[in-house]
């Protein structure tokens, strides 16, 4: 019997020509199966209520358009009630922008790079609070380009550019003010150390900007790359516990990709830190996703007690190997395409109706779901993965495990044999999981995790 092979996405998120060694998409866009933007306005009412159902059952058919993409992510990333109505939602989206440029000024206040168009790669502050007056800061900060200079040749040109030394002339009056208003602090009485703290990661992030999705297309502009330091520098902000971690950038990438409003794109990432904001947490004695690869090893051990005992006779019993994994969500394992096709999978398969209003209130929430104990949510607008937890006794006062620990536990079955009769050593665990990279079908991925998952929950409840 003949079938579509589909069309491919890759087209949509354009690589470099000169970087051949990007693999191919495996992802295919398939009538009848991927949500397409015709589907999509069709399960909405004339008021704009969303049948969100429907929504899901197709995305875990075929994925979504990646014309629609950054749309329907804003609902299964929970920014949006699928029971709200257009002007609703308009509302919501109106105050979100309006905050999010609040934040942004009071950002650009304490560090005028910020939404300038520019951002740095060299720390602009000592720990103390002291301005460092670099060769590499003073260009970057300076919005005056030397002719000839494509955007993205400003950080190598810089050494060639100015002298060393511990001072450089500002070139122009803005660059003068931009130093000025970066020593403010050390003239006032007192300094505040969030604000030092945050500063102090301003070019951490501005390094890892300039790392992430190096082979798109997409990132040869300047602007796009302002875009994403931009955001990530306003979230470091904003969120005083977690502030930035490496990683972050390959999480908030794609929104901004998909999104073409700023303030959009962040809060599509602040919904997402809602979720993964624990494994960036760390404290003195433990980074959050400790806590992960902790429950990681209980599903191996139950699901495939050899290979566990293996790992852990190797000395991997902590799963340290599987760290990337879980921290930026496959995307080193898989093409870029493929990363988004996985992540709407992912969160289709996990969709609680219930999760707007867990963000925007988590108190109400929390009343409203102990006054309806006996009346269950329905179960046909969550994802499967959701229906599973809830048909076994629903969620207890401990969060439920993640379908990306399945994921990963997923992998570790399909490699099991090459791992217990080939690796001799923890180099060749990581050897042999990075061989998977290019090589995993999103859909199987999420079809095993489903598959382990229930095999977790039945064996996890024998004695």
């Not at 609902?75 to 942004?104: H, M, V």
């Not at 494509?150 to 950080?155: A, C, I, N």
């Not at 990709?257 to 433990?286: P, Q």
């Not at 050897?431 to 991925?445: E, P, S």
Request: include cysteine.
């Amino acid at each position: 019997m003949w079938r579509d092979p589909g069309a491919p996405a890759d087209s949509f998120y354009e690589v470099r020509p000169e970087c051949t060694d990007v693999p191919k998409s495996r992802f295919r866009i398939k009538a009848g199966k991927t949500l397409s933007a015709r589907k999509w306005q069709a399960a909405f009412t004339p008021d704009g209520y969303l049948d969100i159902g429907k929504i899901l059952r197709r995305i875990q058919r075929g994925g979504v358009h990646p014309s629609i993409r950054g749309e329907v992510w804003e609902f299964l990333l929970g920014c949006y009630d699928p029971k709200s109505t257009f002007d609703e939602r308009e509302q919501i989206r109106q105050r979100r922008r309006n905050q999010y440029a609040r934040w942004k000024e009071e950002c650009r206040q304490m560090f005028p790079v910020v939404g300038s168009g520019r951002f740095v790669t060299a720390p602009i502050i000592t720990e103390d609070g002291r301005p460092v007056q670099d060769p590499i800061v003073l260009s970057q900060i300076n919005p005056e380009k030397e002719p000839g200079l494509p955007p993205k040749s400003e950080v190598d040109a810089v050494n060639g550019k100015l002298t060393n030394g511990n001072t450089v002339a500002c070139s122009t009056s803005s660059s003068c003010e931009v130093l000025e208003r970066v020593k403010e602090p050390i003239n006032c009485a007192t300094v505040d150390k969030k604000e030092i703290q945050w500063k102090l990661t301003l070019h951490q992030i501005g390094l890892d900007v300039v790392r992430t999705d190096r082979t798109l297309v997409f990132y040869e502009k300047q602007e796009n790359l302002s875009k994403l330091w931009d955001i990530l520098a306003v979230y470091a902000w904003i969120d005083k516990d977690v502030g930035y971690c490496q990683g972050m950038s390959d999480l908030c990438s794609p929104m901004i990709i998909l999104l073409h409003d700023e303030a959009d794109a962040f809060w599509c990432f602040e919904r997402l830190m809602r979720r993964l904001r624990g494994n960036f947490r760390c404290t003195e004695r433990s980074v959050g996703v400790e806590a992960q690869l902790h429950n990681l090893a209980a599903i191996t051990q139950i699901i495939d007690p050899k290979l566990h005992q293996h790992l852990e006779t190797l000395g991997g019993g902590d799963y340290l190997f599987a760290f990337r994994m879980l921290m930026v969500l496959f995307r080193r394992e898989f093409s870029f395409c493929d990363s988004l096709y996985l992540w709407e999978m992912m969160w289709a398969l996990e969709y609680d109706p219930d999760l707007f209003h867990l963000y925007e209130d988590p108190e109400a929430a929390n009343e409203k779901a102990e006054g309806s104990k006996g009346k269950a949510k329905s179960i046909r607008q969550c994802g499967k993965f959701e229906r599973e937890i809830m048909r076994n006794g629903g969620k207890s006062s401990e969060a439920p495990l993640p379908i990306s620990l399945f994921l990963v536990a997923s992998v570790l079955k399909d490699k099991s044999s090459k791992l217990l009769q080939e690796a001799r050593g923890l180099d060749d665990v990581v050897k042999i999981l990075n061989d998977v990279t290019g090589n995993l079908d999103a859909k199987k991925a999420c079809s095993g995790a489903m598959k382990i998952h229930k095999r977790y929950l039945r064996k996890a409840k024998q004695p």
